[in-house]
């Protein structure tokens, strides 16, 4: 299975490093990137904005080609299923008070390094760790 998934990042000024990365909680409360399926017809960066702003409430810019991918399980009617997720930076310029998903997700702004230490997949880490904008 093929998934996309949103980078949301944004410039500080702050002791971050100037850099941040926007996490989101999962149904079981992990922490993850905003991610999920491509709608039939709709370009897969186009779907990762898309879930970045039902998932974490951000709008901005997102780039056509993806910084890296990494690999998760997708449980689906109690079937977990292996998926490849493709990474999109998208430069966040608003940040909503309520989202479609805001009952059901936290989220978290972070610096790299932090953010990198809160997700489980070990490829993302990697991504999240050598992103430059």
């Not at 997700?105 to 999240?128: N, T």
């Amino acid at each position: 299975m093929r998934q996309t998934a949103a980078l949301p990042y944004r410039q500080t000024d702050g002791a971050n490093g100037g850099l941040e990365i926007l996490l989101v909680t999962t149904g079981s409360g992990r922490w993850i990137i905003p991610k999920g399926d491509v709608d039939r017809g709709m370009a897969p960066h186009l779907a990762a904005e898309k879930e970045a702003f039902e998932e974490g409430g951000v709008k901005g810019r997102i780039t056509d080609r993806p910084i890296g991918s990494f690999s998760t399980r997708k449980n689906l009617v109690g079937l977990s299923i292996p998926a490849k997720v493709d990474v999109y930076p998208l430069e966040v310029s608003e940040e909503l008070e309520r989202w479609p998903e805001d009952d059901r997700r936290v989220r978290r702004w972070l610096s790299l390094q932090d953010a990198a230490a809160m997700v489980d997949e070990p490829e993302l880490r990697s991504i999240i760790r050598s992103f430059r904008p």
